[in-house]
């Protein structure tokens, strides 16, 4: 069974940072191509990053791109996203995803994580 765990949300205020994980387990984690997404309030869900199997296989969302990186640790099973300088409008739900490919449509992502929710408020 494929688990994704997100861990990291939390209030931040704007222009300050944070970091979000996502353990996976019950899959070759280093062979699926990982996202992030996020979901603000009253909103589709929408693309954040990307991280393929390849190293330094990397996508961004024009909204994000200079301030959130993502990487993974493939010994540990695990995805980031460094999230900086942000904004009231990164205020969402952010899920962590898994996929056959690196895409920015969330029908493609086969499996999915329960969501941390970031708020950024001062």
């Known amino acids: 069974q494929v688990q994704l765990l997100e861990s990291g949300g939390g209030l931040v205020q704007p222009g300050g940072s944070l970091r979000l994980s996502c353990v996976a387990s019950g899959l070759t984690f280093s062979t699926y191509p990982m996202a992030w997404f996020r979901q603000g309030p009253g909103k589709v869900r929408e693309f954040v990053a990307g991280?393929?199997?390849?190293?330094?296989?990397?996508y961004f969302a024009d909204s994000v791109k200079g301030r959130f990186t993502i990487s993974r640790e493939n010994a540990k099973n695990t995805l980031y996203l460094q999230m900086n300088t942000v904004k009231p409008e990164d205020t969402a739900v952010y899920y962590c995803a898994a996929g056959s490919r690196l895409v920015d449509t969330p029908e493609i992502y086969d499996f999915w994580g329960q969501g941390t929710q970031v708020t950024v408020s001062s």
């Open positions: 991280s393929g199997w390849r190293a330094g296989s990397t």
